[in-house]
């Protein structure tokens, strides 16, 4: 079951409080227009969790004498690739190409072409992260020789976003009364709101071979924290 914990912190940002005086901007019918009191505060919040979802990428890469012979010997390598990880449990939704590339290889004289080089991935979504493990190895053992990484991440990640958002807002305005009623004034209306979000930890490692299927590959999954801040604008009554 998935866990998830709040942390929620609050951290005053260059608190402007504005009591300024009159502008010398002219309004209409000449009546001298005041800038607007302001008081600006810096809420975050936090939230942890265990993911429940995996991101893996995975690929194909072949040479060949020929660029139709390299490409015919990819796809079908790249099929049998497909076919281990469906026959591991995963459906076509949770397949997708991201991408498919063709090149030339040079001799030692940097322009006569000795071959051709061919390149398949395709990214899978594991939903099951005790299988994440068993997924990579089906792969590699149906020729898979290619691996950028493992992405982990919560499958309702924009929900706990918006919690933490809600969260991070909640935890900037009560400091924004508190500092208003220590000047004597009124928190009013919202002015404006800016977001920053940031999630850690990023991709985890991971390199494929084929000796990797034999000894089978080892998956620990890391908590994911993902840290909202809202800088939020309120008008002074």
Do not use: C
Request: zero cysteines.
């Amino acid at each position: 079951m998935r866990r998830i914990g709040w942390i929620v912190a609050g951290t005053l940002a260059g608190f402007v409080l504005a009591l300024q005086l009159p502008s010398l901007a002219q309004g209409t019918g000449d009546t001298p227009t005041t800038t607007q009191r302001t008081i600006t505060v810096l809420g975050v919040a936090t939230v942890t969790a265990q993911p429940d979802e995996a991101l893996v990428t995975l690929g194909v890469h072949t040479q060949a004498g020929s660029a139709e012979a390299v490409l015919n010997e990819n796809a079908a390598k790249m099929q049998k690739v497909l076919d281990a990880l469906r026959n591991a449990g995963l459906g076509d939704n949770d397949l997708a190409t991201t991408s498919v590339s063709l090149y030339p290889m040079y001799g030692n004289d940097g322009q006569s072409v000795t071959g051709y080089q061919a390149d398949d991935q395709i990214q899978a979504t594991i939903r099951d992260l005790s299988k994440v493990g068993n997924v990579i190895d089906a792969a590699v053992s149906a020729g898979a020789n290619m691996a950028s990484g493992v992405t982990f991440q919560l499958s309702e990640q924009n929900q706990g976003q918006s919690q933490a958002l809600a969260r991070a807002i909640e935890n900037a305005k009560v400091k924004a009364d508190a500092m208003a009623a220590a000047a004597g004034a009124a928190v009013g209306e919202v002015v404006t709101i800016s977001e920053a979000t940031a999630t850690t930890p990023g991709p985890y490692p991971m390199y494929a071979g084929a000796e990797d299927a034999v000894a089978g590959t080892p998956i620990q999954p890391p908590t994911l924290e993902t840290q909202v801040s809202v800088t939020v604008t309120w008008a002074l009554m």
